[in-house]
């Protein structure tokens, strides 16, 4: 594998920290704005960005890159790249502070070396994406399908003097991993969760989360259909516990099964899980995430894939790597089973993923 200097991807996860810090702001609306001085691609941008194997910008782009993000007014309209002479005392020294830096960590890269202190002013940069923190500060929903009546325990029951609300939802287990790791990220934003029945209209044009499948939560079976997703779900008589998945492989529709231990489905060893983003399609300017399995393991793995420390950079890396900055994306992947308990798929690894749209290879 190739090595990268440690300085390098510093640089490439600067650069996307800094247009992230904008709403909405492209790779190609950046491309255009330092096209000013000299045309750039979107592509060109993308490569400075990546957060693999990046290339290095040339000097005079740093300073555009300083001298556009150095104050708000370059995105307060259409992008605008503003020269030195047009920029306040107070731009002027964010200009020159961001345009040391960044040379700084181009230099690294340059020279093959990179001091202690430059190692630790360096660490508080981001290191991936964060796909649970939305710049926005919208609001954030939750949709989490209710148990029929007959699946629910006895603590489910309002009758019961112990009753206990959350023992009415189906996949509470994804519900509270990922509720809370939302909030973490959002400490701003309104961030809620709510049953199909009990979603107000406004909540449904913000961020949006749909937790499970179409069978129990008919929002999701709504807006994936508004969403045109290239993924659905089949019941197949073959199997009584939950739905199969199906999307179209060159030309074919292809169906993705769980695991069992045997022909009899006594023990679940492998699940199919869903994830999937795209613009909200009741309000484009937000989002409309999608966490879904053909069993409630299935849902807690591609749920913990982006929540679980331990393997979400990696998993963050892989989305950036494959899909770049595209605003639509979906994954089908294995979760493993393993003494009852969903293990966190590592989109890395082999023979996890199962599907991905769009397809990048």
């Not at 961020?207 to 019941?235: D, F, Y």
């Amino acid at each position: 594998m190739q090595q990268v200097h440690p300085a390098a991807l510093q640089l490439s996860q600067r650069l996307r920290q800094l247009r992230q810090q904008r709403p909405r702001l492209t790779q190609q609306m950046v491309a255009e704005a330092l096209s000013a001085e000299q045309s750039l691609s979107a592509a060109t941008v993308s490569s400075w960005e990546n957060l693999t194997l990046p290339k290095l910008p040339p000097l005079y782009r740093l300073d555009a890159y300083a001298r556009f993000f150095c104050t708000p007014r370059s995105t307060a309209g259409p992008p605008k790249l503003y020269q030195k002479a047009e920029l306040t005392p107070d731009e002027l020294q964010a200009y020159e502070k961001l345009q040391a830096e960044l040379e700084r960590l181009r230099s690294a890269v340059s020279t093959g070396e990179m001091t202690d202190t430059e190692q630790d002013e360096t660490t508080d940069v981001e290191i991936v994406n964060r796909s649970w923190h939305f710049l926005d500060g919208a609001r954030v929903t939750f949709v989490c399908a209710k148990l029929p009546v007959d699946e629910t325990g006895p603590f489910g029951n309002s009758s019961n003097p112990n009753y206990t609300e959350l023992q009415t939802y189906a996949d509470i287990d994804a519900l509270i991993e990922l509720f809370g790791h939302v909030r973490a990220e959002n400490p701003k934003a309104m961030v809620r969760f709510r049953t199909p029945s009990e979603v107000e209209p406004d909540e449904l044009v913000g961020h949006l989360v749909l937790l499970g499948g179409v069978v129990w939560n008919e929002i999701t079976e709504r807006l994936s259909k508004m969403a045109h997703l290239p993924v659905k779900q089949i019941t197949d008589a073959a199997l009584t516990s939950g739905d199969i998945f199906v999307a179209e492989v060159d030309g074919v529709d292809q169906q993705f099964w769980p695991k069992w231990t045997d022909e009899s489905m006594t023990t679940l060893t492998e699940d199919v899980g869903l994830l999937a983003r795209v613009p909200n399609p009741l309000n484009a300017s937000r989002t409309l995430t999608i966490c879904n399995g053909i069993h409630s393991r299935g849902v807690y793995g591609v749920v913990r894939s982006l929540t679980d420390a331990e393997v979400r950079e990696d998993n963050e890396r892989y989305i950036s790597t494959q899909f770049g900055d595209a605003k639509s994306f979906a994954i089908l992947a294995t979760v493993t089973v393993i003494r009852d308990k969903a293990m966190t798929p590592n989109f890395n690894g082999p023979d996890v993923i199962l599907y991905r749209w769009p397809d990048a290879a």
